[in-house]
């Protein structure tokens, strides 16, 4: 089973200001089976990224997604009140069928 | 626009039925492009997907290894929903337990329902 490692745990900055946040799988995958999501505090997690580098629909162009084989990005370019949350990458693969989550970034105000 | 409603019991006794029904409006849960999964948040486990079902001109289940000899999903085609039931459940299973549409990812989540696991 894939693994996802995200860092860091925690990033301290200030509105305005630019969030790179990591995710990092145990073994190379397909950019196709990679997402981020959004996570406020007492919500469900929302979908901010598909296939490692799709906006979903809503999702405003500060938020960006890249990389490839082990190494994925999400980069918030300036950072707006409302972007402060926890973040999570995910991973599928199937056969067998395994949905799998990093341990999150929380983006917390300085 | 797709809303989903969790429903359940909030506290469950060990080694007793955990059970959860969400209902799907906005879309079907025979759609024959959509997958209708389970998924649950603890601070011990993080966030883990539990498993799905879906339509593709039959029912299909797919489950994690981690619950598998554990769980049931079913559709119900005449309410337009699905149900989670984790059999023998210990204070381990003690989580927000999500329902979600989705695939590859989750486009459309539930509110979320904390179960807790408690004699």
């Known amino acids: 089973e894939i693994v996802l490692t995200q860092s860091p745990g925690t990033l301290s900055l200030s509105p305005g200001e630019r969030a790179t946040l990591s995710c990092r799988a145990s073994?190379?995958?397909?950019?196709?089976?990679i997402a981020w999501y959004q996570q406020k505090p007492g919500q469900a997690p929302r979908i901010v990224v598909s296939?490692?580098?799709n906006r979903a629909t809503g999702i405003p162009d500060r938020f960006s997604g890249s990389g490839s084989g082990t190494d994925f990005t999400l980069t918030i370019s300036r950072l707006e009140p409302e972007d402060f949350a926890v973040y999570y990458c995910?991973?599928?693969?199937?056969?067998?069928?395994?949905?799998?989550f990093g341990q999150g970034t929380k983006v917390d105000i300085k | 626009q797709v809303q989903l409603q969790q429903s359940g019991p909030g506290l469950v006794k060990p080694s007793q039925t955990l059970s959860l029904t969400c209902a799907i409006s906005?879309?079907?849960?025979?759609?024959?492009?959509?997958?209708w999964n389970w998924i649950r948040q603890s601070p011990s486990r993080g966030l883990e997907w539990l498993g799905r079902?879906?339509?593709?001109?039959?029912?299909?289940?797919e489950y994690a290894e981690s619950v598998k000899s554990r769980i049931t999903i079913n559709p119900d085609t005449s309410k337009n929903h699905f149900s989670l039931q984790l059999n023998s459940v210990t204070p381990e299973d003690t989580a927000v337990y999500y329902c979600?549409?989705?695939?590859?990812?989750?486009?459309?989540w539930g509110l979320g329902s904390l179960v807790t696991v408690s004699s």
């Open positions: 979600a549409r989705g695939g590859g990812n989750f486009d459309h």
């Open positions: 906005g879309d079907s849960v025979s759609s024959n492009t959509a997958a």
């Open positions: 079902t879906f339509y593709r001109s039959r029912w299909y289940n």
């Open positions: 073994q190379s995958v397909r950019s196709t089976y």
């Open positions: 296939g490692a580098s």
């Open positions: 995910q991973h599928h693969e199937n056969p067998p069928p395994s949905w799998t």
